[in-house]
């Protein structure tokens, strides 16, 4: 079955620090999105991609930045953690058409200390 | 201005009854999608339903539909017959303008208790 998978699940750093979060999916999707959940706030979109060599801001993408050289991966990088980005991210993607959800991997739980 | 509002952060219903959860919306754009998710406690994001600006009837998959009042933006979600599975954050969200747009936008949330 396709699928979409994020890795890691669970991830404790240090302030400044450099991290990568990976999201990789089956589903042979051209769009792919990074958000970050945090309490009062509901998903915030971070990037998202259309597609190879695309790549977009989002709402909240200062400190984050993503690329994307295949059609099944769209790694989040943190160039240098801040305590501010603890949080909740998720990774998803859809398909074309007009009635295309997003499909949702299982989140990473990132806390920087 | 926020683009997608939930106003019932939180709701406590008696398990078998029926749940309205309240979604309005905003946008200029004649061509829009409209989306419910569910986030049970285990934190996943499973998608439930899904209303297009230019459908003419309201949607419906199994004890979920959607009730859409276009000139009063809004969307909201009804469960019928609630269940203690129901019990879990729920996410109203849009996609705005040509469906190679596919950026959607979340609202806050509304936490759903149901009571046995």
């Known amino acids: 079955d396709a699928e979409i998978t994020q890795s890691p699940r669970h991830k404790i750093t240090e302030t400044g620090r450099q991290v990568t979060l990976a999201c990789h999916q089956t589903w042979n999707h051209n769009n792919m999105f990074w958000y970050r959940q945090d309490l009062g706030h509901g998903l915030r979109l971070i990037h998202y991609s259309y597609g190879v060599q695309d790549t977009n801001k989002g709402e909240v993408s200062d400190g984050y930045s993503v690329s994307r050289s295949n059609t099944e991966d769209l790694p989040l990088t943190l160039e240098s953690a801040a305590s501010s980005q603890t949080s909740v991210y998720f990774c998803?993607?859809?398909?074309?058409?007009?009635?295309?959800?997003?499909?949702f991997g299982p989140g990473t739980r990132l806390t920087v200390l | 201005a926020q683009k997608i509002t939930q106003t019932q952060p939180g709701m406590f219903v008696q398990e078998k009854e029926a749940v309205t959860l309240d979604c309005t919306y905003d946008?200029?754009?004649?061509?829009?999608?409209l989306f419910w998710y569910k986030q049970p406690s285990s934190g996943e994001m499973i998608f439930l339903i899904y209303q297009g600006s230019y459908d003419q009837q309201n949607a419906t998959e199994g004890r979920y539909s959607l009730n859409f009042q276009k000139a009063r933006k809004s969307a909201n979600l009804v469960i019928s017959a609630s269940q203690l599975g129901d019990s879990a954050m729920y996410f109203c969200a849009m996609r705005e303008g040509n469906f190679m747009n596919d950026k959607i936008i979340f609202g806050k949330g509304t936490r759903l208790h149901i009571l046995p």
């Open positions: 946008t200029s754009d004649p061509s829009y999608g």
């Open positions: 998803a993607s859809s398909g074309q058409g007009s009635h295309n959800e997003q499909f």
